[in-house]
């Protein structure tokens, strides 16, 4: 401050031809003095008159530089402030102080602690630490600043372990209790808004009891503080400190102490007599000698004589400046290329605070402003105590947090960081690890939003991300993998040509084709044989030809549902088969009517007849043909995926259209088949040679049993297997008929021919 009141005093730019006046009080860290010090200045000074050429007035204050402490700024605001008279501190750093309502002559050049707590949780969040153990001291700094930065980290998703409050005045105790909690606590990131004071009582009481390594994030309060670094366990540390600085001429100016200096200001002579181990003064008091007057600061290696590295110091020196601006506005006026000010003007402090508002300079690379609220632009150098090739801790600036750039932009780390223990990864602190994809947070009951475990995602539900409180569905046509992580499409399932069962059923189909082309064959090629001619050879060839259909209608169950396959399946299925079964009736009533023929005087055969015969298959299929019509026509089959039925694949089948018209269809098949069993059951007492009738009510008996287990198998069977069943009741009715009708006609053709005669057929035994 007095360097900078000279440099001023010597300035020919600002307040030329005005010199100011000082005085220094120290407040040691005691409010009352504080206190006492602020009803001092704002009753104003003793008057001070020079006899010189030189003009002066009474002392009145026209602005206070400090304190250096929040609770004594605070102390001391409270009662200039009515007075109007400007307070610029340089190390004031409680967000409180930004109220304009109950500080409205405050300013400072230091940021507030509420840019430093909102650059920490960024910071911390920026590691990924969550779960956290929070110190600090029991002050206005401390606990402004902690609840600042408490509630920027729960905006940033981050738990605090535990939140401690101590001071350097609390008994021994009250630091023991605190150490404790942090050899105890699970958290391995502690924040610490401690000032250096009470940080130091802390750090003893900890280096009394080894503890669990520990990454300390620091405030600027103390973890620039070089004295500190002698605390080896801190190793690692990082925090936020003020910018440094380099002050031109300062370092002279220090080392220009005259022994008359010395021996005139307390603090000086305890300083010189502590660096050189040496009285100024003989005194029986101590053992040391004399100063001898060869002691020679310019030698000495201290923190007096370091100024590499200026942070608080550089504060305290714009706030000056930064008073004396507002000075120089309020008395000072340009004109042409000079400055003329008016030293005999009645400055009143309160135009010092207007102006002071306003100030907007630039003083050795230094931009010096204030906002609404006093406070300056908030710009912090991100600091970590690394070991040197020495073994040493030095403080090395690794990063910038800027709070004018865009949000997002502010923070920037930009050389590598150390960690506790020397450690080059950065250290996990976390009440439970990260859940990991295809699982979710539940939140563990009675703790913080960090506490929860990690449960598997519900069935068909998936993350996709770390730490996800929620899962979420999949869409219709996907399903999740394995790890319920991600969505893949579900595989379509179809009643295939290339797999074992399409495979079988095809075969099967095939095969009965081919066996009654076969089986045609050979009716053909002995159709003029008895056998084939006693038993409708017409009627044969039209049953022969409906069940090649019935065999291969049956293909068009197989492969992936279209529009075209989904009709053709259902109402070619449904037309073979009534032509089959009109087929069958008309053989049936044949055998009737021959017999019922041959009784005198009946000519029952005159009316049923081959053209009857041929009219009646046709009339029967023509009304089937019409259901399937209408069925088409109103509301057709038609391909769909069936996402119902399993829920983890796709089902490919063919969508009824109207159910009305499929059991229209079936039912109309059932009812003949009904038909032609109860004329089989009439004819069964037929002559045995000569009566077909015993074969078909076989056939219709494993026809009708066949389509009856049919409906419930149907109807309950799943996906593929719906189809599959369908199928199976065709093939197997089909076989039915076949096998019974037509099987024992080929066995007496093709292996006992002797049988094969008028003679054996007209007779009633075998």
């Not at 003083?363 to 020495?390: C, I, K, M």
């Not at 069977?717 to 197997?732: C, D, M, W």
Request: contains cysteine; proline residues 5%; aromatic residues 10%.
């Amino acid at each position: 401050m007095v360097f900078a009141i000279e440099q001023i005093n010597n300035s020919t730019e600002l307040l030329p031809g005005i010199k100011l006046g000082y005085e220094i009080y120290d407040s040691c860290d005691s409010v009352s003095v504080a206190v006492q010090v602020a009803f001092q200045l704002s009753g104003g000074l003793d008057p001070v008159f020079n006899t010189g050429d030189k003009c002066a007035k009474s002392g009145m204050v026209m602005g206070v530089v400090g304190a250096s402490g929040s609770t004594s700024t605070i102390s001391m605001s409270r009662i200039i402030g009515p007075f109007n008279i400007p307070q610029v501190s340089h190390f004031a750093t409680c967000a409180c102080l930004s109220d304009k309502q109950q500080y409205p002559s405050f300013f400072r050049t230091i940021p507030s602690d509420q840019f430093q707590a909102d650059a920490l949780a960024k910071l911390v969040k920026h590691f990924g630490w969550t779960w956290i153990g929070a110190v600090r001291s029991d002050s206005d700094y401390g606990n402004n600043g902690m609840a600042s930065f408490l509630h920027a980290a729960r905006k940033e998703g981050i738990c605090v372990e535990y939140s401690e409050s101590f001071s350097r005045t609390h008994p021994q105790s009250r630091i023991q209790r605190v150490a404790d909690v942090i050899h105890r606590s699970t958290a391995k990131v502690i924040v610490a808004f401690i000032s250096t004071g009470d940080m130091k009582i802390l750090l003893e009481e900890l280096s009394r009891k080894p503890s669990p390594p520990r990454q300390w994030i620091g405030s600027e309060a103390w973890v620039t503080d070089r004295d500190m670094l002698r605390f080896s366990f801190l190793a690692g540390a990082i925090g936020f400190g003020i910018e440094k600085s380099v002050i031109p001429g300062l370092r002279d100016f220090l080392l220009d102490l005259s022994p008359s200096k010395v021996a005139d200001s307390p603090l000086l002579t305890m300083f010189w007599e502590e660096a050189f181990n040496c009285r100024l003064v003989k005194s029986e008091a101590t053992d040391r000698s004399v100063c001898d007057g060869t002691e020679d600061i310019k030698t000495l290696q201290s923190s007096y004589t370091d100024t590499s590295q200026l942070r608080i110091t550089n504060m305290a020196y714009k706030a000056v400046y930064a008073i004396a601006h507002a000075i120089h506005n309020a008395v000072c006026q340009k004109t042409d290329s000079t400055t003329q000010c008016d030293k005999f003007t009645k400055l009143e402090a309160k135009e010092v605070l207007n102006q002071l508002k306003k100030v907007n300079f630039s003083q050795n690379g230094y931009d010096v402003s204030f906002d609404a609220n006093g406070d300056p632009v908030a710009t912090y150098e991100l600091v970590n105590w690394q070991r040197n090739e020495s073994g040493s801790i030095e403080l090395v600036t690794v990063g910038q947090y800027d709070s004018s750039l865009p949000v997002g932009k502010e923070f920037l780390i930009n050389r590598n960081l150390t960690w506790v223990e020397g450690g080059t990864q950065v250290p996990v602190s976390v009440c439970t690890d990260s859940c990991p994809s295809g699982t979710r947070k539940v939140l563990q009951k009675g703790k913080p939003i960090c506490c929860y475990d990690c449960t598997l995602c519900p069935e068909g539900e998936i993350s996709n991300a770390t730490d996800s409180f929620d899962c979420f569905t999949c869409p219709k046509e996907f399903w999740p993998n394995a790890e319920r992580d991600t969505c893949l499409p579900k595989p379509v399932e179809f009643l295939s040509f290339n797999e074992p069962l399409g495979i079988v059923l095809a075969a099967f189909s095939i095969g009965g084709a081919c066996l009654t082309i076969i089986t045609a064959a050979v009716f053909y090629r002995h159709r003029s044989s008895p056998i084939v001619r006693a038993n409708n050879s017409e009627l044969s060839f039209l049953l022969l030809f409906s069940l090649t259909l019935c065999f291969l209608c049956s293909l068009t169950f197989i492969g992936a549902p279209s529009e075209w396959s989904c009709m053709l399946r259902h109402t070619a299925f449904g037309i073979t088969f009534v032509l089959c079964m009109s087929c069958v009736l008309g053989k049936t009533i044949v055998v009737l009517t021959a017999f019922k023929a041959t009784l005198p005087g009946s000519n029952l055969m005159k009316w049923f007849g081959p053209s009857q015969q041929r009219l009646t298959a046709v009339s029967f299929t023509f009304i089937q043909v019409l259901i399937c019509t209408i069925w088409l026509v109103l509301s057709p089959p038609f391909p769909m995926k069936n996402l119902t039925t399993y829920k983890e694949r796709i089902i490919l089948e063919c969508a009824l259209g109207s159910a009305l018209g499929f059991w229209a269809v079936l039912g109309y098949i059932g009812l003949l088949a009904v038909f032609c069993f109860v004329l089989a059951v009439l004819a069964r007492k037929l002559p045995n040679n000569f009566n077909e009738a015993k074969l078909i009510t076989f056939s219709m008996l494993i026809f009708c049993a066949v389509w009856i287990t049919f409906i419930p198998a149907y109807v309950s069977s799943p996906g593929k297997y719906t189809v599959a069943v369908e199928i199976f009741a065709i093939l197997a009715s089909s076989f039915g008929l076949i096998t019974c009708i037509f099987a024992p006609k080929c066995f007496i053709i093709l292996f006992k021919p002797e049988k094969n005669t008028k003679k054996h057929l007209m007779s009633r035994g075998l």
